[in-house]
Structures are given as C-alpha cells and as structure tokens.
C-alpha cells in the first residue's frame, strides 16, 4: 500500500485552491477546453479521500467521515460549475463555495488529522558492521511516533577486473531482537520513507565489494528527502585519505562525525552543515557492552579461563600496505602466543579480510588460509566470527594489532590497553637492534652535532663527534614524526618540522619558542624538513601548499606561496613531490609532469618559471658541479637518467638498465618499474648511481654512453633488509655541499654512515655512538602517540609484543583513566548516546505536522 504523508495531502489541497482560482481566470477570458480541468479536479478529491480513509480509518474514523464528506461536496459543487460555464456570476459563486470547501479541508487534515508517523529505514549490507548503525535504530524504535525498519541489503564481491562474483545477504546474522524486513518486500516508491540510514559510502566506488546498484546514494535519493550516512568505521584521531570525498558525500543530507576536529578531514566541496558532530554509534554500543558484558559465546570460556585475553586484529589496510610482511606478522603473533599458558588470543579478522585477499591480493590468498587452518587446528585461542565486534572487545582485556583501524579507537574508549604492532617485526631484537631507532644519515653540510630520533627526542654530540647524548624533549607527543633536522645557527637551535606546521627555536636554557606557519594539513607529511643556506633556514613543502624561510638574524619569516603545490601532486596514485634542489644562490623545482621548471632566488624569493620539454615525473635533480647549471635528473619510472644544461639546454639521456636490474616496490618483495636509483656519486671520468628500490649499483661513462654494474661492497641486493632498520631505500650517496670532491654513503637497512672516495672506492665506517641505557631511559612506554593516534604503546625493539605480554616493558605504564581522557578528545558522546542524539536532532528537523 502506498504511504501517503499529510505533506503531500495539504499539497493536493493547496493544488486544488490553485486550479479553483486558474478556472474563474480562464472563464473571464473565455478559455476553451476546461472540462478536463473539472475531471482532473474531481481525481485529485476523490484520490485524496481514499487516501484518507486507507490511512487514517482505524485511527479516528469519525474525523474521517468529516473530511471526506467535504470532499464529496467540493466534487458535487465542481460537477454544478462545470455545468454553468456560461453564466459566469454563477461561476463565481460556486468558485467561492469550493474555496470555503478546500479551505475546510486544509484544516481538517492540518489539525484533526494524527501527525504523521515517521518512517526511518536502516540499510546495513554487512551484519558485522551493524554495530554503526544500532544505536540510532534503538532511539528510532523507541520513539511512540516512528516506525523504524531494518533492511539488510545485498552486496557482492568484486572479481579483480571490477566485475562482480559472489553475492551475500546476511539478514539471518542479526541479533535476534532485530525485527528485520525483506529488502524485495519494502517498497521505496511507494513508500517514500522519511529518513534513509546507510553506512556504505562507496556507492559503485569500492574495488573489494559494492552493495546493489539500487541501494546506491544517487538512486536512494530519489525515495526520501533525509538521506544520513554514517561511518561504518571510528578512527583513533586522524582519518584515512581515502575516506575525504566518498560518492555519498555528495547526496547525503548529514553525515554523522566522532568530534567536531573531524569535520577537517573531509574535503572541502562538502557542505559545513551536513556535519553532525555527535559521536559514532560504535562508540554507544562498545561503551554499553562494556558496561554490562554479554554471557561469552559457546567454547570461549574454557580456552579463557584463568588467562589475560588479547584481542588480536588483522586489517586490511595492514595488508595491503605490505602482504608478505603482514602474513610474517600472523605467523610471529600465532607462534608467540601457542607457547604461553597464561595468555589467550581472540583473533578477529577483518569481515572482508578474505574477499580482499581475493580480490587484490591473490597470489597470498592461499597462504593467508593455511596461516588460518593452521590458527585452529594448533588451537591457538579463539577465532571470533560473531557478526558483532563487541562481545569481543567485552571480554578482552587488551589490543594488539595494526595500528590504522577503527577498532583500535573502540578499545580506545573503554579504556583497554592498546599495543600497536609494526608487520615488519617477525622476531625479537638482537643485541643491538635498538640502533635503528636512533642512529640516523649524515647531513649534506657537516651539520650534525644535533640529532631528531625516536620519540620526538632531540640529542646532541657535544664535541661533534658522533657520540650523543640527550638533550631534550621537542613534544608531549610519542610519536607522529613531528621534527626532522636540528641546527644551530645565532645561538638558537632550530628544529625544522616533518608532520608539524611550525619551527622550534631552542634556547640555551632549553626553553621551547615555537615560530607558527598557518594550520593546512590535517594529514601526516606537512614538510620534507629543511636545510641551511647562510643564514636563512628553508622549511621545504609536501602537503602543505608554501615553502618558509627564516631569516635566523631576526627570526623574520617569508613565504613562497603554492611552491609547494607545484611541485606536489599525484604519481602513480601516490601522493609524492617530485624533483627539487638548492644549488648556487637558488632553489629548482620540477613540477610533477616535469614540463615545468621553477626556479626561485635564495636571497630575493623572486621565482621564475620555464617549461623544460621533459614529459615525466623525475624524483631526484643532482647538481654536478657547484661551477655549472648542469644537473642529472632520475626518473620516477624506468631507467633513463638526463644530463641536462640549464645554461645551453642541451638534454641528454642514458638508459643505465643492466642485465639483473630489478626494483623492488618501497623495498618489499613486489616487483616495479619505479625508482631503481636516487643518488649518484661522480668519480671523476664515470658517474655511479646507487640504488633506491633498485638492487644493482650502476657506473655510467658520460662521454661514450657505456654503462655496467658497478661491483658495490654493499650488497645492494638485499630488498627488506633489517626487520628492526625499516629502509624506504636502499642507500644513499651524500655530497658535502661544500666540499665537493667529499661523499658518504648512508645504508639505510644496516643504519651505518660511511666516509668513500670518489676516486679509488675506498670506504671507512663513520663512528656513531648512542648510550642504550640513556636511550632505554627515554622511550615513551604508554603514552599519546600523536594528533592521529590518541594513546597507546607502539612496538619495537625496546617495546616487544613478549615485553608486553610479561608486563615488562621500559617506559610510562599504562594509565587507564589517562587513556580514557585522551580519547574522549575524538569522542563527542562519551556518555554513548549518540544514536540518541542523532536521532533527536533528524526528528525535530523533519516537518512533522
């Protein structure tokens, strides 16, 4: 039956008022044809009668009868008009009874009528996600003056070409006092609901799986005037990129945000006034399961009795990012804990953990099944495959796991232990593994008695020679990469940012000034850190759009605005800024497609552009001498390297491939056709080129094209190198700035500095020295890790997953209410009545009459 709302009753209403004063117009003016107007005037009354009476008979009949009583007379008097066109006073007359009949009418239904009955529908695809739109549904379904459906839809796995494979309906996997309505036996047309609730908002945008095309935005739009998307996911402080402009977005009414800092994130095409900043229905059905722990499921007691139970969960974000690492993780956590009596792990992986495997990965998928088969058959702990999350956050007593996921915030707020995981750790540390943390490349400019490391920490050499020692904290924050490099200049210390938009300007005593910049990133990569050139200090771009110098005379600060921009932007599907380079008196700039060059004075600030004839992103722009504007570009993509001279623009290319040369993508075991070198080094008559992604070192003779591998003591085959050492490179050669006759060769995966000639290849180890027991004393433990993560431990070589287990880990304890007050920070209903408020805020906003 279709539902008919006293909205569009008043519309008919006021429909009919109209025609009745077009009639009397059109009479005046002598307008044929007017007897199809009469008939239509009588379908509308009578359509409108039988609506009345289907809808509202039961309720009050007898102010049915008056309503459509009056209507039968408002037809009666059209019928006597229609007959009497010809006599246009008598027109009149009856056109001023049907006004008195209409208007009756009107406040019949206005004010006699009972209101109308909101309908909310509920649209879940996944049962397990259910738990982002429960609490609302329960405010709905208790409100006297609402009817509140839930509609499992349908939704299907994606082949890896795009083309859909399995369906599923999962609406026998709902909780048993979840009244749940077919979705072939709810009719949208018809029924026209009130408020649409959807926590999909991909629409046809998801590569892994997609709901079925009716249930996209676009077309749910066209049934209700209230559309509300809500997060299927909460975050623990930041928010993925990817979920900045979803296609919902843009036919949502509202969507629903944890705090009000989230409204940042999303990209700025989306209206202000969508935002409802009033928690995550998460958050409401975590806290109250918490709170009150349902009886644990068949199976679970025996294998938790008497033990600490450890919520261990897999994401698919993890597993994308490096799956041979993420496989290795699995396999460390199973062995970890299979030999522990007094720990139990409740394993849940991601609900489309699987179909992602097969959809994106999978060459991995048949591994990933053993590590499972292998999970319950050793009888590790618990497989949780509940389609709700919250018993198991209930009877879990910590987090361990991945580190980008909406569970580690669901712990976050009652308050659990969180233990984030690196995938790339897949042993304990050895006896000096700790190193990685601290021990870091030399700079360009033999600046480096000041030392950013792990933590935030700011350390230095007091007699410049490789041995540190601490000096101070730069933040509250753990982690989050806040600072780069450190330098002195003026009797300040100067700390140039990596994720924070300012400088710190150190003081002898150790007071910390901060030099703001305008706040522009929400995400991590702000600036690229920065370097000295006299006595300014440039702060180089990523994200943010400008570049900064400070003159460190006065403290004076310029900016170059959208340098940044410029040089910044998508490669490959990546986020990446493309090459740059400081090089006599002047800092050049490729843009990302290269066919731009910008070249900006030093001392002026003035910035000249000039079009290159290059076609391709290029990451690296090496001078070649300090007497010459000639450069040597390496590109982004395959293996021909440009010599170019800026000053006769004359380009020529080498191609350096070899036989053997491969590049490994980001130093993992997935082959590519990206940054095989990102430092030369010249000799003299050749030019070696070191490896980035790539595994072979290549010498290059300029004048005759002859290129060959060059035999490297570094062993530039290895791709992952040192768990504990994570490298996004292979090495690095570094030219003194000054000195150019002068290089070292930085090998990120072993975190050892050496000295080499140029000329004969000789190398010696550059001495760098750290106290483990001074580092040891300064490692965060517990704490607030950054602006996107609000509290929690993070591995590594001091904070092992076996440290944790056994209560032993160096560093702040874990302080439950603190943990509990940090994530309130990106929680706006810690009471857990979003849904509630939600639910308030949309009543009183329809027009309920």
Known sequence: MKRYKKKEMLQVTATLLKANRTIIKALEQKTEGLQDVFAQCQESAIM???AVEEQYAEKCPEKVSVLVKLLERYCEAVYQMSMQTGDLNMCRKFSKSIQRLLTQVEHEIRYEL????????????????WDSLESVFRAAEADENTDAYVIPIPYYDRNPDGSLKQGHYEAELYPEDIPITDYREYHFEDRMPDIVFIHNPYDGANFVTTVHPFFYSDNLKKYTDCLVYIPYYATAGGMSEAQAFCPAYVNADYIVIQAEKYRKYFDERIADEKFLAFGSPKFDSVIQKCQQPPDPPAGWEEKMRGRKVYFYNTSIDGMLRDTESFLKKMQYVFDTFAARRDACLLWRPHPLLESTFASMRSEYLESYRKLKQ??????????DT???IETAIAHADAYVGDGGTSVTSLFGVVGKPLFILDNRIHRLPEKDEWKGLVYHAPSDDSRD???VVYGNKLYYSPEDNGSYQF???LTPYAGGNYYGAAYEMNGTIYVVPYNAEHILAISDDKVIRKINFPHVCEQRGAFTGGFVAGEYLFVMPFRYPDLFRLDTRTEEIACVRQIGSFNYGLVNGQNSVSARTYHRGKLYFLSTDGASLAIMDQETLDVQVRETGLSQTYKNMIPESQSKDIFWLLPFEGTVVVRWDLTTGEKREYDLCVEGLKSFYNRQNVPCNSMYFGSLMITGETIIFAPQWGNKFVELEPETGVVREWNSPFRPNIITGNEYYSSWAFGTFIRNRYEEEKYQFYLWHERKAYDIDPKSGEFQEIT????YEEVREHVPGF???SQWMQYCCMENAFHTLEGFLDGTLPGAAFDRQKQIAEFAKINASTDGRCGEKVYEFLKRKKEIL
């Open 48 to 50: 409108l009668g039988t």
């Open 114 to 129: 009972p209101k109308d009955r909101i309908e909310a529908v509920f649209l879940p695809y996944k049962a397990s996600m």
């Open 471 to 473: 000096f101070c904290d």
């Open 768 to 771: 760098m020295e750290f106290s």
């Open 386 to 388: 509940l389609p709700s």
């Open 783 to 785: 704490a607030v890790d």
């Open 449 to 451: 008695q000041y030392a």
């Open 374 to 383: 292998s999970f319950l058959e050793r009888e590790i702990g618990i497989l």
